[in-house]
Structures are given as structure tokens and as C-alpha cells.
């Protein structure tokens, strides 16, 4: 689409904006990959939940305070992002850029509260990746949760600064709620691990 | 290629053949460089082989030390399975799937092509560990704790994860991509009932791989950080469990199985019709039992464990499970028989090597229905009647149904006829050296030869066996031979193929061989399942029945 026809289509029509159909199928069918390579990790967390070695459980050593700060974080961000995306529907270039900074803003806070509980984890229980099974299972389910909170929030970065330069027209506007269905992936798996690792080790 | 010489493009801005396959996006250009690719891969797995089976051919032949031997069995199947079976068959699909629902490319061009560059980099990574210390010597299924640190201490354990990963990754694009054209990009009126039943297939086996792959990765990433970074997820002396990767892996590799098995039936389904100058019987069925066992091919991976002490509940649910499967297979091999009987049958080249596929596949099947019995399983598991079955299902299933699917495209890939004498040549020695070579393996195994043995000791019976199967192997060589012979000269001097040599049915035979860059000038109409008939037979057209 040249920038002609999509100013036309811009201005005539915002039921255009929506992303393709070869984005949405191809989105369902990435975050369908990504939910199998979740429930495998998950899988192995409580697999080995029960028995996880000498050394610290999850009951004695995982706090709920961090988690639930984090918990918001990524809940409010969900709702940034929808709204980022209902200014993309709209063409409203302002209106994506600030809702994203703000998602991306909060994703940073989660990934903190993350550093904060890692620090804790290391440097006061002494618990890493080697200590026992529930470490290896606990930073590697977690570990991934939190880089694809941050590839997240750099593919938003790119977004942003796309849109800044002017690459990313109203035209492709409609990637701006594919990047939301990631986000709101990453929530959901979120919540998931809320119950999974935290929940479960309410003592 | 031959269109850019009829074009003005000066010369020396021309690129090079190999700038153009490196930098290309081009679905048709990727899917023959996949064919090449895993050819290569076929004759490094076919080597692996043929030295095994040398040294097997006596007892306490002495020719391979065992860790030669075990690193030859494991990059036998690493191979067969990731650089080669899967790769030309997402080479075919890559080639044909656009060209049959009349779209002008995959979805996703450079994705694609980077899905390639995955696949071959992943491979050429996992074969580099032979100048790197050793090659993995693990088996292709990596089981614990083999693959824990104490056990493997130098890089190869790591060469065949990472290797498998990256290609890994490739192939899950490759199914992202399948999935996004076959369901977005079909030509004007090929609704999904209207679909080409390779196309149906190659669908339901991009899904499989989206479900199945990110399992895999994510088990492998478990052993990487176990080998790396100390975690314990495998690791048996610290709590780790060999069984959570008998399932994860499994978990993959049983889909593994129906992913490389579903685009042969894809090939059989297009071509025993055409041969048979009949439409296929029970489209509708064929497409649902394909969904069926995609599907219920999810939930059988522990039949792979009846012998690793799980409890008799759980033996007996995956057993049914695995009895099941059976049923909508056998729709499929009943459909092709009935679309086989009262047909006027030409028994060229594709259709030969179909029907070498029907009867092989379905000695592979019985044999699959006797080990899905947990008390037979329990006697053969481990020996080399699992190695025969597995043999005949790929081999005889797969590798049977690529050949077919060969000589009945590769006019439209390259213009040119193959020679059918040689053809059947190459038909011939290859039945008569995979049965020569696999069939008495049933035997060996029966004996109580157990798989993956470097050496035995004479008088267990099994020398006349596994002579007759090395033996076989070299029937086999000289059968690949005469067709490499046969496309060497094809391509030198092959008689021009015309764009539908065949007089067969689906788009791809509408347009030219090879076709143009854009495939087609004018996207035909589609209102049956048989286009190309239609346009053929405008006073008899299929619309009217469908």
C-alpha cells in the first residue's frame, strides 16, 4: 500500500486500520508455539514440585509481596496496551506512542520487582539455578516468563521509535494490536504462574 | 531461471546461480534448495548406515570400535529425522503447497526463507561435531541421564541440542508460515472442502508441528541448562528424572512420527488418482481422518515406554490410544484401494512407487498394531523388530511416497521427463533392497538381537540375518545410484515435459514448467476439487456434481 492510497484509507475508513489476516493467523499460530513451550516448562515446575532435592522449597523461600506488586504491573499494562491499540484503530499516532510508553514504563517495573525477588532469592536464601530442582525448575519457568516480558517491551521500543520516524504509518497501525495480543499473552501466562509457583506455596 | 534469459537484464548486473539461491525468497527456489539439502543430508545418513550395517554383517567384526558405532547410530536417525525426512517434505510443500491453492508465494517470503537457512545451518552445526571432538553418541532421542554432563563430558551432547534447536526453530516457522497461507491465501472459490488432499495434509502437519516442536525446544533448552549451568532438571544422582524427558521428548517425538508421515499420504492422495484416471474415493473421509489422527496422535507418545516400569493403567490407556490411530489410517489405505479399483490404471514411475508405498506401509502398520500390545512390546522392545517396524513405516512410508512424489514433480520443477526405464530400475532394486534389508531384521529381532549393539557373538542365529540385510544395503546404494543417474541426465537432455504431462488435475499442472516467478498470469476460478478438469472438460465439468 503506497502512502497515497493509505491516507485515503485512513481517512475514509478506520475498519481498515485492523491488522491483516495473515498477521492475525500467524499470531494465533506463534502465541500457540509459545503456550506449548509455557505448559512444558510448567509441566516440569510441578513435576518436580513435590521433591525438589535438599535445599530450600518454594514454600520456604518465595515471599507474595513482590509478586503481587508485580501482578499489577502487568494487569494495568494489559489495559495500556488496549488502549494503545484502540488509538491505533483510531489513527491516532500521539495516542499510540504515549500508551505504549506507558505499557513499556510498566513492564519495566515488573521486570525490577523480578530483579528485586531474584536478589532476595540469591543473595539472602541462597538459592540459584544449581541449588536444587526447585531452583533449576523456579528460575528457568520464571527466567523465560521475564525475557518475554522484555522482548515485549523492546518490540513495543521498536514500535514506538517507528512511528517517530515516520516508517510506521496509520497504514500498519494494525501490527500495534498484534503486539497487544502478544502482551496480553504474556499477562495471561502471568496469572498462570501466579497460581502455579506463588499460590501454591502459600503456606 | 530460464525465464531471466528471455528478459533484458544486462548481464553483468545478472546475479550468480548462487547469489540468486542465497538471497532468494522465491517459494519455489527454497523448496528445490531443501530438496538439495536434505539430499545431502540423505547420502551423509545413507553412508552412516551402509558403515554399520558392514560392520554387522559378521559377528565380532571389529571394523568400527563401539563409540564409533554409537556416534553412527545416533547421526543416522538425528539425520533421517531432522535433515532429511522433514526438510523434503517441507520442501515439497513449500514448492507445491502456493502453486496448488493458486497463491503467487508462502505468506511470509523471507521468513520462509530464513526457515531454510535455519533447517541448514542446524544441520551443517550438528555434523560439524565430527571435526570438533566427536559426534553426539547419545541416540537421536538424547534419553537421560546419557545426556547429563557425568556421563558425556566432551561438546557433543551440546552440538546435538543446539543443532536441532536452530534447525528446530526453522521448522516451526516453516509451519507458522503453512498454516498462514493455506488458510488466508487460497485462490478465488477453494473453499477448505475444495482443497488439494496434500494441501488438507501439509495444513493438519503445520499444526502438528506448532503443538509438538516448542516441547522439544523447551526440553532441550532443560538439558542445555543442565549441561551449562548446572541446573538438575535430568540430572539423576541430583533428583532429576530420566522418565519427565522420556515424556517430553516423546511427547514431541510421537507427532514427529504423523509429521512426517502425513505429507506422504498428501503425495498418495494426489497422485493414485490421477494414475488411476479417478477422483479420489471418500475425499471428505480422507481429510477427516487426517484431522483424526492428527489429533489423536497427541495423546499416544508413551506407547515409546511400556518398558520403562509405568503403571499397567497408564499402558493400557496409551495402548488404546495406539489401537485407535489405526482407525482412521486404515481409512485412508481403504480409500486408496478404492479409488485403485476399477480405475484404468498407468503404472508409470509415481504411480509404481504409490503402490510400493500401500503395501510396505502397510506391513509397517501390522507390525506397529503388534507392538502396540503391551505384552508384545514388552517381549521386541529394545531389539530389531522395533528397528525393522520404524523402517517400514519411514522408509517404506515416507521415503517410498517421496520417490513417488519425485517422479510425478519433478517435470514441473524442471521441465524435463524423467527416463521411466531407469525409473524402473531404481523401482525395482529399491523394493527388493529395503525388504532385503529391513525384512529380516523382524527376524533378528524376534531371535533377541537387541538394537544398538556394535558386535554379537556367533550362535544366536542372527549371522544369516544380518548378512542378507547388509546385503540389502548395497541394493539400495546401487537403486539411489540409478537415480541420481536418472536426474543427471534428465536434466542434461531430458525430453521436455510440457505443463501437464500427466494430464492430471490441481493448479500447479495449469501453469508452465517450471513456472514464472509470479506462478500464475491469471488465477483460474476454482468451483471444484479438480480445476484443472474443469478447464479441460468445459462440457463435463466436476461443479456439476459436487
Redesign the interface.
Known amino acids: 500500500m503506497n502512502a497515497a492510497t493509505a491516507t485515503t484509507a485512513a481517512s475514509t475508513s478506520h475498519a481498515e486500520l485492523g491488522p491483516s489476516a495473515r498477521g492475525k493467523v500467524a499470531m494465533v499460530c506463534f502465541l500457540t508455539t509459545e503456550a506449548a513451550f509455557f505448559s512444558t516448562l510448567i509441566v516440569s515446575y510441578l513435576f518436580y514440585y513435590r521433591n525438589p532435592g535438599p535445599g530450600p522449597t518454594a514454600a520456604e523461600v518465595l515471599d507474595f509481596k513482590l509478586p503481587a506488586i508485580g501482578t499489577v504491573c502487568l494487569v494495568t499494562s494489559s489495559l495500556t496496551i488496549a488502549l494503545a491499540a484502540r488509538a491505533a484503530s483510531r489513527g491516532q499516532r500521539d495516542g499510540v506512542t504515549r500508551w505504549l510508553l506507558v505499557t513499556v514504563t510498566l513492564a519495566i517495573g515488573f521486570l525490577i520487582v523480578t530483579g528485586i525477588e531474584w536478589k532476595g532469592l540469591i543473595y539472602d536464601h541462597h538459592v540459584t539455578i544449581t541449588t536444587n530442582l526447585f531452583g533449576s525448575t523456579y528460575f528457568t519457568l520464571i527466567g523465560f516468563h521475564a525475557g518475554h516480558v522484555t522482548m515485549g517491551a523492546m518490540t513495543m521500543l521498536v514500535v514506538i521509535e517507528l512511528i517517530r520516524r515516520g516508517t510506521l504509518g496509520p497504514a500498519g497501525f494494525g501490527s500495534v494490536e498484534l503486539v497487544g495480543w502478544y502482551w496480553h499473552f504474556v499477562d495471561g501466562v502471568w496469572i498462570v504462574l501466579l497460581f502455579v509457583v506463588y499460590f501454591l506455596a502459600l503456606k | 531461471m530460464s525465464t531471466l534469459e528471455s528478459t533484458n537484464v544486462v548481464p553483468a548486473a545478472r546475479p550468480s546461480l548462487f547469489e540468486q539461491c542465497v538471497t532468494t525468497v522465491d517459494h519455489k527456489v527454497l523448496g528445490i534448495l531443501y530438496l538439495l539439502a536434505s539430499g545431502l543430508f540423505f547420502l551423509a545418513a545413507g553412508l552412516e548406515a551402509a558403515l554399520m550395517r558392514w560392520q554387522l554383517m559378521q559377528p565380532h567384526a571389529g571394523k568400527l570400535d563401539p563409540d564409533t558405532f554409537n556416534e553412527l547410530f545416533t547421526m543416522h536417525g538425528t539425520t533421517m529425522v531432522f535433515f532429511v525426512g522433514m526438510p523434503v517434505l517441507v520442501g515439497f510443500g513449500n514448492y507445491l503447497v502456493p502453486l496448488m491453492i493458486g497463491a503467487r508465494d508462502m ?2 517470503p523471507r521468513l520462509n526463507a530464513l526457515g531454510f537457512w535455519l533447517f541448514f545451518f542446524g544441520g551443517l552445526l550438528t555434523y560439524y561435531s565430527f571435526f570438533a571432538g566427536g559426534a553426539p553418541d547419545i541416540g537421536w532421542f538424547g534419553y537421560a541421564p546419557l545426556t547429563a554432563y557425568a556421563f558425556s563430558r566432551d561438546t557433543s551432547t551440546d552440538y546435538w541440542i543446539l543443532g536441532l534447536l536452530v534447525s528446530g526453530i526453522g521448522t ?1 516457522a516453516a ?3 503453512f ?2 497461507t493455506i ?3 487460497r485462490a478465488p472459490g477453494m473453499t477448505l472442502g475444495k482443497l488439494p488432499l496434500f494441501v488438507w495434509m501439509m495444513l493438519v502437519d503445520a499444526v502438528l508441528i ?6 522439544l ?3 532441550q ?2 538439558l542445555l ?2 549441561r551449562s ?5 535430568f540430572d539423576t544422582q ?4 530420566a522418565l ?1 524427558w522420556q515424556h ?1 521428548f516423546w ?1 514431541f517425538g510421537h507427532p514427529e512420527v504423523y509429521i512426517l508421515v502425513l505429507p506422504a499420504f498428501g503425495m498418495i492422495s494426489e497422485i493414485v488418482p490421477v494414475f488411476s484416471r479417478k477422483v479420489i474415493f471418500g475425499y471428505e473421509s480422507v481429510a477427516a481422518a487426517t484431522v483424526g489422527i492428527g489429533f489423536i496422535s497427541l495423546g499416544v507418545w508413551a506407547h515409546h515406554m511400556f518398558a520403562v516400569g509405568m503403571s499397567s493403567t497408564l499402558d493400557a490407556i496409551f495402548a488404546g490410544a495406539t489401537f485407535l490411530i489405526a482407525v482412521p489410517t486404515g481409512i485412508k489405505v481403504f480409500n486408496w484401494v478404492a479409488t485403485l479399483y476399477g480405475g484404468k490404471l498407468r503404472l508409470d514411475s509415481p504411480m509404481l512407487f504409490s503402490l510400493g508405498f500401500l503395501s510396505m506401509f502397510l506391513l509397517g502398520g501390522l507390525t506397529g498394531i503388534m507392538l502396540a500390545t503391551v505384552p508384545i512390546d514388552w517381549q521386541v522392545t529394545d531389539t530389531y523388530f522395533v528397528v525393522a517396524h520404524f523402517h517400514y513405516v519411514l522408509f517404506g512410508g515416507t521415503i517410498f511416497a517421496v520417490m513417488a512424489g519425485l517422479y510425478y514433480w519433478f517435470p514441473k520443477m524442471s521441465g524435463r521427463l524423467l527416463d521411466e526405464r531407469l525409473a524402473r530400475w531404481n523401482f525395482w532394486l529399491l523394493l527388493a533392497g529395503f525388504n532385503l534389508t529391513f525384512g529380516p531384521m523382524h527376524f533378528a529381532g524376534l531371535l533377541g538381537m537387541p538394537r544398538r549393539i556394535y558386535t554379537y557373538a556367533e550362535g544366536n542365529g542372527w549371522e544369516v540375518w544380518n548378512q542378507l540385510s547388509t546385503l540389502g544395503v548395497i541394493v539400495q546404494g546401487a537403486a539411489f545410484l540409478v537415480l541420481f543417474v536418472n536426474i543427471g541426465r534428465s536434466l542434461r537432455s531430458g525430453k521436455p515435459a510440457g505443463d501437464d504431462p500427466w494430464d492430471a488435475w490441481t493448479l500447479e499442472w495449469a501453469t508452465a514448467s517450471p513456472p514464472a516467478p509470479y506462478n500464475f498470469e491469471v488465477v483460474p476460478e476454482v468451483r471444484s476439487r479438480r480445476p484443472l478438469w474443469d478447464l479441460k472438460h468445459p462440457d463435463d465439468p466436476d461443479w456439476r456434481y459436487e
Open positions: 505468506a511470509f516451526v509451519g507458522i508460515n498454516v498462514t488458510v488466508t491465501m506448532i503443538v509438538a516442536f516448542p516441547p525446544t523447551a526440553a533448552i532443560m541448562l543442565d549451568l548446572g541446573a538438575h532438571f541430583e533428583g532429576g528424572s519427565l517430553l511427547f
